[in-house]
């Protein structure tokens, strides 16, 4: 019996993990050319603007980001004025995250462009391919956080 053959191009978990960095390459492009913005910088700068007072641990399970690169941006943003920590009233050792003034500012300028962008990106596309396309991910979300830590049956063995 022949054994299947991986074709790299053909192998789902590394077609998603290559989108995702040819997309984020680009878009990071455009945020440090205008805002001079890295990615991680950009997106604690969106979670904290949709859940004003929100701690590093949080934004690490929302963005999927490791806590050295949310720790490391967020220094750099305090640092820039652009965020502000605030007390945790249910976590003493933690704080919050908070929008400076400047920092919403500069928010209020990003995200009319990194909507511009998707847009700019899926322009090709329909409504509801885009939507269908959204749903998707979301599954595939589902499907691998159901995994856990764990490997599926049969793996690592």
Do not use: C
Not at 39 to 58: F, K, L, M
Not at 96 to 119: F, I, M, N
Not at 138 to 149: Q, S
């Amino acid at each position: 019996m022949d054994q299947p053959t991986l074709r790299l191009d053909e192998f789902l978990p590394f077609r998603l993990s290559y989108t995702s960095n040819l997309v984020s390459e680009t878009v990071a492009q455009i945020y440090i050319a205008l805002f001079d913005l890295r990615i991680p910088e950009w997106r604690i700068i969106a979670v904290v603007a949709e859940h004003d007072g929100i701690s590093q641990q949080a934004i690490g399970a929302r963005t999927r980001m490791d806590k050295v690169t949310v720790s490391r941006a967020a220094i750099a943003l305090t640092g820039r004025g652009l965020l502000e920590r605030a007390a945790n009233p249910d976590d003493k050792r933690s704080h919050l995250l908070v929008l400076s003034a400047a920092g919403r500012a500069l928010y209020a300028d990003v995200a009319p462009k990194a909507l511009e962008v998707e847009r700019s990106i899926f322009a090709a596309f329909g409504a509801g391919e885009l939507e269908a396309f959204r749903a998707t991910l979301r599954r595939i979300d589902a499907v691998v956080a159901g995994m856990g830590a764990g490997l599926p049956m049969g793996l690592g063995e």
